[in-house]
């Protein structure tokens, strides 16, 4: 905490798009009341919105409280989010004892803090002055209500709207004794949403019904993941290629004992269900259907099939039948085979590298072809054949061209043309909303291989 911060009494809002939602599975949650949700109450009580938009004198984002108000009694919407204070977090007793403070000592006064005898019944833009007590103090900061805290009492600008929700009338006079049971227990008395709403002239929605933990981000640990050293394709090649893995001299290396490029591998057993075809690909090569492993019993050899939970117990031997085998590939013209699918010859990159053996399971090998395609454009896979970099996944609004290392004339490249405030962007000191289509990249993520 520097710069005289004793504490932060609220992190603001945070907009969680739908899909987070899907891709974290997760039920859809009350949203805050917002000022979006709010013009969307305003137009279907019959205002004209758009007038109301395209006035320059009106701001609907950020009203006065005079203006909040008469819209409030007026179209009978619920009142404006900006006066709309978190009274789902203050207690029953801690609004009891804030209306309480109010009625006992609260006094309109002149913004300079002078008191006045009675206020202009139509001003609403008041400032409300009340004795610095625990319960005022805490009420105010858990509501989020804006004040100052003076050494004997509490100012609170623009007012009207808090003393109207509190149930009491622009000229401070009660309009209420008792809250009903009802209100009184509601959420065990922890939470005040119904007990506003019986006091207010107007209906008040709950201003931040959901809150999100958040981790911090760690931006510097970026990086791209990929294996030491760099593999291209997922294809095994036993002891060939010599300890660069290479496909290529693979290919073409030839044994006493064999043929060239023939090498000795442990990869998946499959079927094709179509053509009986036996291979090792997941597709059969003889009519594109997608194949099935096949289990045999190490033991007796007999064909075992898994249960629904994939394991495969040979009921004779009660031995794990396994879905691979050691065989036999000629590497030479698999990769000839995967050059000409793809359109490419042998030096369209500087070297293809594979693995010695697949430590998955099922030992499904990655046609060469993916290999062919990364070695040629310098990216390699990690171990679950994805090619990727990790980082922070941070919702980002709003950027300033020094904050990313650019200059301004970089940014208006980009197309953008004003900061926020809608000024012609000319510095690189002016923030500005982010573009839907853009992101920000870390350093290490936009460093050219
Ligand atoms: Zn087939
Ligand atoms: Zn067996």
């Known amino acids: 905490m520097r710069n005289g911060v004793v504490e932060v009494l609220d992190l603001g809002e945070y907009l969680v798009n739908y ?7 997760h039920e859809l949650v009350p949203a805050s009341y917002v000022v979006e949700w709010w013009q969307q109450d305003l137009a279907a009580a019959g205002a ?9 004198a009106v701001d609907l984002a950020d009203p006065p409280a005079r203006e909040a108000l008469a819209w409030a009694e007026e179209y009978d919407v619920p009142l404006h989010p900006k006066y709309t204070y978190l009274w789902h977090d203050l207690s029953v007793d801690g609004f009891e004892a804030l209306a309480d403070a109010v009625a006992s000592s609260g006094r309109f006064a002149e913004a300079d803090g002078a008191a006045i005898e009675s206020p202009p019944s139509a001003g609403s833009d008041r400032t409300l002055v009340l004795p610095k007590t625990d319960a005022v103090t805490d009420a ?3 509501l989020v209500v804006q004040h100052t805290q003076g050494e004997e009492t509490v100012t609170v600008p623009d007012a009207v709207p808090l003393v109207r929700s509190l149930g009491f009338t622009a000229d401070l006079e009660r309009t209420w004794e008792r809250l009903s049971e009802r209100a009184r227990t509601w959420d065990d008395g922890a939470n005040s949403h119904r007990a506003v709403n019986e006091t ?5 929605q709950e201003r931040a019904p959901t809150r999100v933990g958040n981790r911090m981000g760690r931006p510097e640990k970026s990086e791209s993941r990929e294996l030491s050293p760099a593999v291209h394709t997922l294809f095994p090649l036993g002891e060939a290629g010599g300890s660069q893995r290479d496909v290529s001299a693979a290919a073409r290396q030839r044994d006493v004992s064999s043929t060239p490029g023939e090498v000795e591998v442990e990869v998946a057993r ?7 075809e036996e291979t090792f690909r997941g597709r059969c090569r003889e009519c594109g259907a997608w194949t099935k492993p096949r289990y045999v019993c190490p033991d007796c050899e007999r064909e075992v099939d898994p249960d629904e939970a994939g394991r495969a117990e040979c009921p004779r031997c009660e031995t794990l039948a396994y879905a691979t085998e050691r065989r036999s590939l000629d590497l030479d013209t698999e990769l000839r085979d995967a050059l000409d699918a793809v359109g490419e010859r042998d030096g369209s990159y500087d070297i293809l590298k594979g693995v010695k053996g697949l430590t998955s399971t099922h030992k499904l090998p990655e046609p060469i072809e993916k290999g062919v395609l990364r070695a040629k454009n310098d990216v390699s896979a990690f171990k679950d054949g ?8 941070l919702p980002v609004t709003a950027v300033r061209a ?5 200059d301004v004339d970089t940014l208006r490249e980009l197309g953008y043309e004003t900061d926020i405030d809608g000024a012609p962007l000319r510095h690189d000191d002016q923030l500005v909303e ?3 289509q853009d992101i920000v990249l870390s350093d290490g993520a936009a460093e050219p291989r």
Do not use: H, S, W
């Open 386 to 393: 994805t090619v990727r970099y990790d980082m922070t996944d």
């Open 200 to 204: 207010a002239p107007f209906d008040l």
């Open 140 to 142: 105010l900061e858990t």
């Open 48 to 56: 004209d919105v758009q007038a109301l938009r395209d006035d320059p």
């Open 402 to 406: 020094r904050e990313l290392d650019i």
């Open 19 to 25: 899909g987070e939602f899907v891709e974290n599975n």
């Open 434 to 436: 982010l573009k839907l």
């Open 270 to 276: 499959r079927v094709c269900p179509d053509c009986a």
